[in-house]
């Protein structure tokens, strides 16, 4: 079975940077997504990210464009997500997971396998 492992977590201040690595146990496919999502105490998990095995194709919510970067390196199975200038609104668990089938990459229940996630905290 596929394990994903989410690092990189940590507290930092406002406008700060964290850069989260997700590890897949497994080789993962060039044609499937890995994305990023986020969910704060009693929220719903919210998308952050997602890119293509290609590299050729990715997703931002709107709230994380310009601020966020997600990127592949497939030798080493992993995908990371840059996230700079940081703010307290962006505090939560955050999830990778691995979209195989068809299905919205945004959408989290288009999502086949999920880490168990790392805790990012922003102080203001």
């Known amino acids: 079975q596929v394990q994903l492992v989410e690092s990189g977590g940590g507290l930092v201040q406002a406008g700060g940077s964290l850069r989260l690595s997700c590890a897949a146990s497994?080789?993962?496919?060039?044609?499937?997504?890995m994305g990023w999502f986020r969910q704060a105490p009693g929220k719903e998990r919210e998308f952050v990210a997602a890119i293509r095995g290609t590299g050729t194709n990715t997703d931002y919510a709107d709230s994380v464009k310009g601020r966020f970067t997600i990127s592949r390196d497939n030798t080493k199975n992993t995908v990371y997500l840059q996230m700079s200038s940081l703010k307290p609104e962006d505090s939560a668990v955050y999830y990778c997971?691995?979209?195989?089938?068809?299905?919205?990459?945004?959408?989290?229940?288009?999502?086949?396998?999920w880490g168990q996630g790392t805790q990012v905290t922003v102080s203001s």
């Open positions: 497994a080789v993962t496919s060039m044609y499937y997504y």
């Open positions: 997971g691995i979209k195989v089938g068809v299905g919205t990459s945004s959408n989290p229940s288009s999502y086949n396998y």
